[in-house]
């Protein structure tokens, strides 16, 4: 009985222990998201998303064009980042087993644990040097190569979760063997893939530092790529270090904005990936 | 009198498998008929799927693994350096043991999925239609033919891969244990079945269950390590085999 009695204490103070390291783990959450709604709720309005900024002193004005301006590069980003990063991930998963696939894992591997910065300076050299300005095709090809690495790992392992039957299924119906990686493997796969590229873009629209020497900034709306472009991310930096109560009002309003889009991203990628499960 | 011998629809010569270096099948000659069930049976590990996977060429998928000597379909062999094996699986369907329907395709669409993925865009619906009807499922599904192919049963999900793999036509069909993951009245509906299609196609089952090559074969193959042991009508095989590890086999001495 004794011995009971200790078995069933230690399982008390175990299991409070754990739950004394989830509210640990929940606080720095909670508290972001109140420090945010606190101070950006106040600055929400509908200028905010229609108006360009406005100068020092004069009221109204937004971000209007930060916002058009994110959806716009990582927009772009997605061109260039879903193909390859998907690409690479079937690749991986259907021929990886050599030589190369380890090479290649490896390689993206390596491309994830790249600090973004870096992954901004090679676009500059790749894209701002040769074209001699800034441009949000540079902010994109930023963005589609932090995407890349991660895409590739998620789409491996969602392929690799198709069963061989399937594959086997449709050889056996005299299908080649490319079509039914694309047309069967994939198709099967692609609810977790889609889950994959939702957390990738909200990881790649909270970025800033990568955009910093590539898309730069703009005061006005843009709409082409071989021009530097506003993004919420860099308005929300350059608000923040300026000297003036009425900006930081805005950066607060303006991060706010991004982490409502990147929580909705979020739970749309939850939701997605919790109904997938339930059908299998 | 004598019956003129018909053409073989399967003449194996001299077939060899292998994993890497060891030889799953040893020299095996089998032969079946047109419109005819030939039953390969034997204890585990024998080679009868690996022969059956042989004769579409979906044995050489799995990595490491290749094959030697000749499989004739209709008098062409399906090894000879011209063909494309991809054209082969066409004309020889193959049914897996265990229900493997396309999770993301609504039932028409599994059943129509060999002709959508081969190109072939017209036709669906009565081709469709004619295989259900052949794997004896239209009327359980002709209401529901939208619904997910995974809200089906095991016996109909099996019966759905059989249409699946009648709908592009093929001449022979390859059954890998079709029944082995099914309730037993499941089972008595693709045995039934396996006696209708013999009315039109040559049909080739593995079976590890006797009874079951007892009751829906014309022909029987006994297979032992690799090595074809005995090929011959079922009635005899199962009363009066000529070799007598076929016998001990029959009776249940081993395996």
Request: charged share 15%.
């Given at each position: 009985m004794?011995?009971?009695?200790?078995?069933?204490?230690?399982?008390v103070?175990?299991?409070c222990l754990?739950?004394?390291?989830?509210?640990?783990?929940?606080?720095?959450?909670?508290?972001?998201?109140?420090?945010?709604l606190?101070k950006?709720a106040?600055g929400?309005?509908?200028s905010l998303?229609?108006?360009?900024?406005?100068?020092?002193?004069?009221s109204g004005?937004?971000?209007?064009?930060?916002?058009?301006?994110?959806l716009?590069?990582?927009?772009?980003a997605?061109?260039?980042?879903?193909?390859i990063?998907?690409?690479t991930?079937?690749?991986?998963?259907?021929?990886?087993?050599?030589?190369?696939?380890?090479?290649?894992?490896?390689?993206?591997?390596?491309?994830?644990?790249?600090p973004?910065?870096v992954v901004?300076?090679?676009?500059?050299?790749?894209?701002?040097v040769?074209?001699?300005h800034?441009?949000?095709?540079?902010?994109?090809?930023a963005?589609a190569?932090l995407?890349?690495?991660?895409?590739?790992?998620?789409?491996?392992?969602?392929?690799?979760l198709?069963?061989?039957?399937?594959?086997?299924a449709?050889?056996?119906?005299?299908v080649?063997?490319?079509?039914?990686?694309?047309?069967?493997?994939?198709r099967?796969?692609?609810?977790g893939?889609?889950?994959?590229?939702?957390l990738?873009?909200?990881r790649?629209?909270?970025e800033t530092?990568?955009?910093?020497?590539?898309?730069?900034?703009n005061?006005?709306?843009?709409?082409r790529?071989?021009q530097?472009?506003?993004?919420?991310t860099v308005?929300i930096?350059?608000?923040?270090?300026?000297?003036?109560?009425?900006?930081?009002?805005?950066?607060?309003?303006?991060?706010?904005?991004l982490?409502?889009?990147?929580?909705i991203?979020?739970?749309?990628?939850?939701?997605?990936s919790?109904?997938?499960l339930?059908?299998? | 009198?004598?019956?003129?011998?018909p053409q073989p629809?399967?003449?194996t010569?001299?077939?060899n498998?292998?994993?890497?270096?060891t030889r799953?099948?040893?020299?095996?000659n089998?032969q079946a008929?047109?419109?005819?069930?030939l039953?390969v049976?034997?204890?585990?590990?024998?080679?009868?799927?690996?022969?059956?996977?042989?004769l579409?060429?979906m044995?050489?998928?799995?990595?490491?693994?290749?094959a030697?000597?000749?499989?004739l379909?209709?008098?062409?062999?399906?090894?000879?350096?011209?063909?494309?094996?991809?054209m082969?699986r066409?004309?020889?369907?193959?049914?897996?043991?265990?229900?493997?329907?396309f999770p993301t395709?609504?039932i028409?669409?599994?059943?129509?999925a060999g002709l959508?993925?081969?190109?072939?865009?017209n036709?669906?619906a009565?081709q469709?239609?004619?295989?259900?009807?052949?794997?004896?499922?239209?009327?359980?599904?002709?209401?529901?033919?939208?619904?997910a192919?995974?809200?089906?049963?095991?016996g109909?999900?099996?019966?759905l891969?059989?249409?699946?793999?009648?709908?592009?036509?093929p001449?022979?069909?390859?059954?890998?244990?079709?029944?082995?993951?099914?309730d037993p009245?499941?089972?008595a509906?693709?045995?039934?079945?396996i006696?209708?299609?013999?009315?039109?196609y040559?049909i080739v089952?593995?079976?590890?269950?006797?009874q079951?090559a007892a009751?829906?074969?014309d022909?029987?193959?006994?297979?032992?390590?690799g090595?074809?042991?005995?090929c011959?009508?079922?009635?005899?095989?199962?009363?009066?085999?000529?070799?007598q590890?076929t016998?001990?086999?029959?009776?249940?001495k081993?395996?």
């Open positions: 004794n011995r009971y009695l200790q078995r069933r204490l230690a399982n103070v175990m299991t754990c739950a004394a390291a989830v509210v640990l783990a929940l606080i720095p959450l909670v508290s972001l998201f109140w420090l945010v606190s950006g106040a929400l309005s509908w998303f229609t108006s360009l900024p406005s100068p020092v002193g004069e004005g937004g971000v209007g064009n930060g916002i058009i301006g994110s716009f590069l990582v927009g772009l997605c061109v260039f980042g879903l193909p990063g998907i690409g991930g079937l690749f991986l998963a259907e021929r990886g087993n050599g030589r190369v696939g380890d090479v290649v894992r490896f390689i993206t591997e390596v491309l994830s644990g790249v973004s910065i901004g300076i090679v676009a500059y050299g790749l894209v701002v040769p074209m001699h800034f441009s949000a095709l540079a902010g994109s090809v963005l190569l995407m890349v690495p991660t895409l590739a790992r998620a789409t491996e392992e969602m392929v690799r198709v069963p061989s039957s399937l594959r086997e449709a050889l056996a119906l005299g080649p063997q490319w079509k039914t990686s694309l047309r069967v493997i994939l099967t796969a692609l609810g893939i889609v889950t994959a590229v939702l990738a873009v909200s790649a629209a909270g530092a990568p955009l910093l020497f590539t898309s730069l900034n005061q006005y709306w843009n709409f790529p071989d530097p472009t506003s993004s919420l308005q930096f350059n608000y923040a270090i300026s000297p003036y109560e009425d900006w930081h009002q805005k950066a607060w309003a303006s991060a706010l904005v982490l409502l889009f990147v929580s991203l979020n739970l749309a990628s939850r939701f997605l919790r109904s997938r339930r059908g299998a | 009198m004598q019956q003129p011998q629809q399967i003449l010569r001299n077939l498998a292998f994993f890497r270096s799953a099948l040893k020299d095996v089998v008929l047109p419109r005819s069930v039953a049976i034997g204890p585990s590990g024998c080679g009868k799927s690996t022969f059956l996977r042989c579409n060429r044995h050489e998928l799995i990595p490491g693994a290749s030697s000597g000749q499989v379909i209709d008098g062409q062999d399906v090894y000879s350096s011209d063909v494309d094996p991809v082969i066409r004309r020889v369907g193959m049914v897996f043991q265990r229900p493997n329907p395709m609504s028409f669409d599994n059943v129509a959508k993925l081969n190109g072939i865009r036709g669906h009565e469709v239609e004619k295989s259900l009807r052949q794997s004896a499922l239209w009327d359980e599904v002709k209401d529901r033919l939208n619904a192919a995974t809200s089906l049963s095991g109909q999900q099996q019966r891969c059989i249409a699946r793999a009648l709908a592009v036509e001449e022979v069909v390859l059954m890998d244990e079709p029944a082995s993951a099914l009245i499941a089972t509906r693709i045995e039934e079945l006696r209708e299609l013999r009315e039109r040559t089952i593995v079976t590890h269950n006797m079951q009751r829906v074969s022909w029987t193959a006994f297979f032992y390590m090595e074809l042991v005995e011959a009508p079922t009635e005899r095989i199962f009363t009066n085999p000529a070799e590890r016998e001990d086999y029959v009776t249940g081993f395996g």
